[in-house]
């Protein structure tokens, strides 16, 4: 409608998918972004703080140890006591080179074990050492006056303080990085927690407003079809939506507009067949053939014509001396009233000759009757059954090959004994062909209308369906094979596009 915006259901898709996606590309950093930060807090603690903490013990152990051997051998003189204090050094520096390691980034922790250090140097230069000089001498006057100065004791001291401070600062920094992991899960989780429910309300607002904008109207165009095809054809079908349901809603209207010109149309042409319906019938009735029995004979035929009224196919028996039987199946070529009154004069032509000519002469006689209708031309199968002598003859104008279908046996086709039937063809003749007819067989003539039906690949029934439908139906009455074939036609091909004519003549007794 004028100054109605319009939008495609494909616009609407790509708003809630970028949407989506712009919602995921936000939580999705941010929830990246955490992580990282997490796994360096972890990372601190597991590869940093922790073990700084160990090494910080294990150099307080030794420098433990270096105390107790220094004041051990001082008091007993006992060489073993100083094994310690000369041992412990490699694995103090061994402890010392990893916690350095680990507080290299962190300048106030680098700054305390720096402190600790001095602190021991200072008690190992200007107590310890000096007081082993002495032990080590044999001066252990001087030795005890040294170290009952307390000046070591205090160093020492000082030593246990600074790595004490050293220890404290560490565990400071491991609580800190402790509680900085500790918020980043809990913001990992509100952002989980977030993520979720942004989701859930993006998929609920996508899976409103693509209902609204795109479904919507397609239920209300489904439901305006549906009035269409129950007969409601006075509203027009529009819809409000997306282009593409618009566009679809103007072709469903387009196709109830056409609905209503055909219906007109075909009112107008009911009306018009009313006025012309017993016309029409007589010559649809002249066009066909009575059938029933013969003496040792069953016949039946139909004819479908592809028009619905009139076909441009015939057909004719005529009885002759003898207890013979000419049948007679020809389709001219178009459909409607024009091929009906070809076939209805060519019909009239060849019942007046049949039986007063050879067969060999029924073709050329009817030939003048197209003489004025260079376009028109006719394919013709003509037999005189002789149920007496129990032969067939025939005569056949390019029409597909009737079948004899023996009770027992292989079928055996009629084929074309000249070419079809045209005024060009001016000088064209016809053999005679003759075989058996024996009791049980049957006779069955078709218009190309029955073997070039087609299915929706395109494959046509051909002359092997009819002999099948024939086949399916032995034994049963002439009527029941026409049936049968016509059934044949009509499963293979639910649309057929060309008059379909069957005729049927079965022998049923020896004459």
Do not use: C
Not at 34 to 44: D, G, I, N
Not at 87 to 96: F, H, N, Q, V
Not at 313 to 333: C, K, Q
Not at 367 to 380: H, V, W, Y
């Amino acid at each position: 409608m004028a100054g109605r915006r319009t939008y495609s259901a494909r616009s609407v898709v790509r708003l809630v998918t970028a949407l989506v996606v712009l919602l995921s590309t936000v939580v999705g950093v941010l929830l990246v972004v955490t992580l990282v930060q997490v796994s360096r807090a972890q990372a601190e603690l597991e590869e940093e703080l922790n073990p700084a903490r160990v090494a910080l013990a294990k150099v307080l152990a030794g420098y433990v140890d270096q105390e107790t051997a220094q004041r051990g051998y001082i008091l007993t003189g006992d060489d073993d006591f100083l094994a310690p204090y000369l041992d412990a050094p490699k694995e103090i520096a061994r402890s010392l080179k990893l916690l350095r390691e680990q507080v290299a980034d962190d300048a106030e922790l680098e700054a305390a074990v720096e402190a600790m250090v001095t602190a021991h140097a200072a008690w190992q230069r200007t107590a310890a050492e000096p007081e082993l000089a002495a032990a080590m001498a044999g001066d252990r006057r001087e030795a005890a006056r040294l170290v009952a100065s307390g000046n070591g004791k205090d160093l020492f001291d000082r030593v246990r303080q600074q790595q004490a401070t050293a220890d404290a600062e560490v565990a400071v920094a491991q609580e800190e990085a402790t509680r900085r992991a500790d918020r980043l899960l809990d913001r990992l989780s509100v952002l989980l927690v977030v993520t979720v429910l942004s989701l859930l309300a993006t998929t609920l607002l996508g899976a409103v407003g693509f209902s609204r904008a795109v479904l919507g109207p397609l239920a209300e165009l489904g439901r305006r079809s549906r009035e269409v095809a129950r007969g409601g054809l006075d509203r027009a079908v529009t819809t409000a939506g997306p282009r593409e349901v618009a566009t679809l809603a103007a072709d469903v209207d387009t196709m109830r507009v056409h609905l209503l010109d055909e219906i007109d149309e075909t009112r107008r042409a009911g009306e018009a067949l009313a006025l012309a319906e017993p016309a029409v019938g007589a010559l649809q009735r002249a066009l066909d053939a009575p059938a029933g029995a013969r003496p040792g004979l069953d016949v039946s035929g139909r004819i479908d014509s592809a028009e619905g009224v009139l076909a441009g196919d015939f057909l004719d028996l005529v009885d002759l001396d003898g207890g013979r039987l000419a049948v007679v199946l020809g389709d001219v070529s178009g459909h409607g009233p024009e091929a009906a009154v070809v076939g209805l004069v060519l019909k009239a032509a060849l019942h007046g000759v049949i039986g007063r000519v050879p067969p060999e002469e029924l073709l050329p006689a009817v030939r003048g009757t197209l003489a004025d209708r260079f376009e028109s031309f006719a394919t013709i199968a003509a037999v005189i059954v002789d149920p007496r002598a129990g032969t067939l003859s025939w005569v056949n104008a390019g029409h597909p090959p009737p079948l004899l279908v023996p009770s027992v046996g292989l079928t055996r086709p009629l084929d074309p004994t000249g070419p079809l039937l045209s005024p060009v063809l001016d000088e064209a003749t016809w053999t005679v062909g003759t075989v058996q007819f024996f009791p049980g067989d049957a006779l069955v003539l078709f218009s190309d209308g029955a073997v070039e039906a087609r299915d929706a690949r395109g494959q046509e029934l051909g002359t092997r369906g009819v002999d099948r439908a024939v086949r399916a139906a032995a034994g049963q009455p002439a009527e029941v094979v026409v049936r049968q074939v016509r059934a044949a036609v009509r499963d293979h091909a639910p649309t057929v596009r060309d008059d379909v004519t069957v005729l049927v003549v079965r022998r049923v007794t020896s004459s």
